[in-house]
């Protein structure tokens, strides 16, 4: 019995993915399970280690993941898979060197930066932390040298990912990001009483090190091995080509990260904490609805090219459908931010004032949740026209603005961690505008009645929602009740009310849930039903998706099809 289910897990384990459906199913279930276990990673950290002492920990990754992201991830998220997909179905032996001498290659660029890095962390990390006192800079500088040693297991994990996925085996890929994060969990639980803040740290190398070797194995049996030659080929230059675009955004996307932690540490030591905290939230919706459609959608696109009408037809459908989903719950996020914030982080010392700052952290990006998505839907547009200059040059303009409103907001205004969040929403909601514009002077006729109509459905559906949740939120808790917290309860007709009658102790952690699951049911109901009611094409069209997932038609992945499905850098980093 034992041996039959090892041999199925290995079946499975190793077997390709032949179909979009079975392919899309275990990327998008994957993904949502590793957010999951992302949340719980934080949790944990949450409940070891109070805002300050996080900080700490959270700041050590930005020069690790500034010199692995620019070096690695820029080249083998765009520009990998698609140069080894075309040479392996013409020579699979020199697909397979090109492997090789891109690992190295890899290698070689990455050791000598992080060598430098190691000499120099102290100082570097000086400039960056102006806010942060020498003791609390020296603890950034022990855990990021740490993690500076676990990138090199990423470095040759993600020619691994680039391989299987490649050779349409998608299950591995996804199931590595697991394994960082299942790392830093078990380190942080069994190490901390011993290393103290360190233990994430080691944890985060000991996950590093399974996301590569359970990639490994599964290469080695595929075909891959090592090489002895580091002198690119042709393919090796031709993905050095093809990323430089892809290198050149990661890097302006990395300086913004810096300069947000910069400024974060002089707001105060906490702050980054909340900040991030509140990112690993708001990225779930815009990984599952916003990424997961755009995915879908540019195989689509990329063959429709030649009918524009029929492409406009599948766009325009892509964008309605991501905004019916974001646009709930960006709502959701904002009215309920408090009570979701305390259910997944709260803890004897992630305390009240933690609690309320992360949670308008969390509001100023739910802002922006819809508009990120909708950048990652017109960005695969603009790639399936063979465009790729076009989203790179709007993205540069838009973090170029971000970094500006950051540095206003902080410097000038002196406002809280939560304007840098807010900044980074305003910045998607212009770079989705100038994206729109753009992509309709190419294909006329996006911008258009049905457009308008669409967009007034929806927030005739949303607003109703949003308001009612609000005040069934408000209603419902005692403690708004007792510290008069909310207009509703300076209501004269309400005045003379026994609230102990139907109110909630939220202080309770049963309560607290049973509001919140309770309060987000209603506003999902009206919201659906508002839907239906003005007879949403989104709505029927989520319906259709869900009969498909029930009672699916296997379609085959194309050919063609290079999309990388690879999990996003957050999957494997704890910001």
Known sequence: MFDKILTNGRKLLYSSQ??????????????VTSRILGLVRQRFLALYFPPVKLSLFFAAFRLPDLIFEILVFGAFSSAFIPVFARVFKKNKKKAWETAGRTLNIGLLLFIPFAIIVLIWTRQIYRLMLPGFTDFEVNQVVVIARILIFAQIFF????????????????????????????????????????????????????????????????????????????????????????????????????????VELTLASLISTASYTYYTFANTLQVLPVSLFGTSLAKASLPVLSSQTGNLSQFR??????????????????????????PIVRLIYGTSIFDWQA??????????????????????????????LHDTKTPVVVSLGGMALGILGDIVGVKIFSLPVWILAFSFSAEMLI?????????????????SKDTFKHLVKLLISVLPSGLTMYFLLKFF??????????????????????????????????????????????????????????????????????????????????????????????????S
């Open 18 to 31: 032949d179909t979009v459906l079975s392919a899309a199913s275990i990327i998008m279930i994957m993904s």
């Open 155 to 258: 470095v040759m994990s993600y020619v691994f990912t680039g391989i299987l996925e490649s050779l349409r085996h998608f299950l591995v890929p996804a199931v590595a990001p697991l394994f960082y994060n299942l790392g830093i969990i078990l380190g942080t639980f069994f190490l901390t009483p011993k290393f103290g803040i360190l233990a994430p740290a080691i944890g985060a190398a000991l996950g590093a090190f399974g996301h590569f070797s359970i990639q490994f194995f599964p290469s080695l049996k595929l075909g891959f091995r090592f090489s002895k030659i580091v002198r690119p080929n042709e393919e090796v230059k031709r993905v050095g080509r093809l990323a430089i675009p892809r290198m050149i955004d990661v890097s302006v996307e990395q300086v913004q990260k810096t």
């Open 313 to 338: 037809k599948t766009l325009m459908t892509a964008i309605y459908q991501v905004l019916f989903l974001t646009f709930p719950t960006a709502t959701l996020l904002i009215v309920l931010r408090i």
């Open 355 to 384: 609690t309320v700052q992360t949670g308008l952290v969390l509001s100023a990006f739910a802002v922006g949740v819809p508009f990120q998505s909708m950048v990652t839907i017109f960005s695969r547009a603009f790639f399936a």
């Open 431 to 447: 770079e989705s505008f100038i994206l729109f514009i753009l992509l309709n002077k190419r294909i006329e006729g996006i911008y």
């Open 477 to 574: 808790d005692r403690s708004v009740w007792v510290k008069r917290l909310s207009f509703i309860t300076n209501l004269q007709v309400l005045r003379n009310i026994q609230f102990e009658r139907f109110v909630l102790d939220t202080r309770y952690t049963v309560n607290l849930l049973a509001l919140t699951l309770f309060v987000a049911l209603v506003g999902a109901i009206i919201f659906l039903a508002i839907s239906l009611l003005l007879r949403s094409e989104e709505l029927q069209n989520f319906l259709t998706l869900i009969k498909r997932i029930i009672r699916p038609k296997i379609l085959a992945i194309p050919a063609k099809e290079e999309e990388s499905l690879s999990p996003t850098t957050s999957d494997t980093t704890p």
